[in-house]
């Protein structure tokens, strides 16, 4: 029966339903069941919550479920046999994916030290599959971000033996996994990878402009294919959030073109507003990544402006889930940037407080070397 209701979630092809954006191996799971027993109880967990997302309410036999399920892959990870195998990590990102639904703000349950613990002992070789490896690369993005709260989450250099071939393979720095990794070491000391961050920066002008450009000819061609716009929007918003992190970053050090990275920021966040007004179509499932650059907007902006549409439609997407309280994660992430970085070059641009205020008075035009949007 189980089974059944699973495999009818997965033939679900309206994108704002779709199971899909949590990873393409997750249509390879039927074949899997039976063979583990946290996979198994994992998978009738977020079979059962799933109508928690369309029905916007919590039952009490979902969350029943969801229950046995951590009982379960508690047991499981403490079988060395079983622990670190490709159907247990399975299990745990499933288990992720639920807390997401119909976990409540209280929950500060935490996966990535565990994801981390347990990737760093994974031999590439033995996850050459298709499903293992795509399974490997997804739990490899809520390691890093958590890497972000909790520097002390080692990432290297198991992430880099893990997503080598990946990424040199992608044409795209700033999709590259071993660069996002960085973004914790970026903040905690940016001045030591000053020269790293520009050029990662500075690669983002060319490949922002062709993700803007194929999501527009998609719309432009009408008769749009919800599923890759959607997708695709997703990874215009990682690269934002790259973006405007590394802008924060950056132009502290820039007093030369302190103003110019600043009108390059308020570029970005437009971008980001417009990417999640747009994404809203495909609430919740297909758009679940739109609050984390949102995020990320409303940190790197001050404009009184901004932050009020940024706060506007972060409101919106926390009806979908209300687990993450979204305006307190931003105001984190600025504290977290204001920490790692402006303090250390506050004297210096004390130094340039009366130039910059002049500087404003007059229309603002993008220095040449402002080159990202």
Not at 306 to 330: H, S, T, V
Request: net charge negative; aromatic share 8%.
């Amino acid at each position: 029966m189980i089974m059944g209701a699973f495999c009818s979630a997965l033939r679900i092809t309206d994108v704002r339903y779709d199971l899909g954006v949590y990873g393409t191996f997750i249509k390879d799971i039927p074949r899997r069941i039976g063979t583990n027993a946290a996979l198994d109880a994992s998978v009738k967990a977020i079979t059962s919550t799933y109508s928690a997302v369309h029905k916007r309410s919590k039952t009490v036999e979902s969350l029943e479920h969801y229950v046995d399920a951590l009982e379960v892959l508690r047991n499981t990870l403490n079988d060395p046999m079983e622990a670190g195998s490709a159907n247990t990590l399975c299990a745990m990102y499933l288990m992720m994916v639920c807390q997401g639904w119909v976990g409540d703000k209280d929950d500060r349950t935490s996966h990535g030290e565990a994801f981390a613990y347990l990737l760093s002992r994974v031999q590439p070789q033995d996850f050459q599959a298709t499903f293992e490896d795509e399974l490997l690369m997804t739990l490899c993005v809520p390691v890093i971000v958590e890497s972000i709260a909790k520097p002390q989450l080692q990432l290297h250099p198991w992430l880099e033996r893990l997503t080598q071939a990946r990424d040199d393979a992608c044409p795209m720095e700033s999709l590259k996994l071993r660069n996002m990794a960085k973004i914790s070491e970026f903040i905690s000391n940016p001045q030591g990878n000053l020269v790293e961050m520009q050029f990662i920066y500075g690669s983002m002008a060319p490949e922002l402009a062709k993700i803007r450009a194929f999501l527009a000819k998609i719309v432009e061609a009408g008769d749009i294919d919800r599923t890759v716009h959607s997708r695709y929007q997703t990874v215009y918003g990682i690269q934002l959030s790259f973006a405007m992190i590394l802008n924060v970053l950056l132009r502290s050090f820039s007093i030369d073109n302190f103003m110019g990275m600043l009108e390059e920021c308020t570029l970005l966040v437009n971008e980001t507003i417009a990417l999640a007004e747009d994404a809203s179509q495909y609430r919740p499932l297909g758009s679940s990544g739109a609050p984390t650059t949102l995020v990320c907007a409303w940190a790197a902006t001050s404009d009184i402006a901004q932050r009020k549409r940024a706060e506007q439609l972060m409101d919106e997407y926390q009806a979908d889930f209300e687990i993450a309280n979204w305006k307190e994660i931003a105001r984190w992430i600025e504290k977290k940037l204001n920490d790692g970085c402006l303090s250390q070059c506050l004297p210096e641009l004390s130094m340039f407080t009366t130039e910059l205020e002049l500087q404003a008075e007059d229309p603002i035009t993008t220095p040449q070397e402002c080159n990202v949007m």
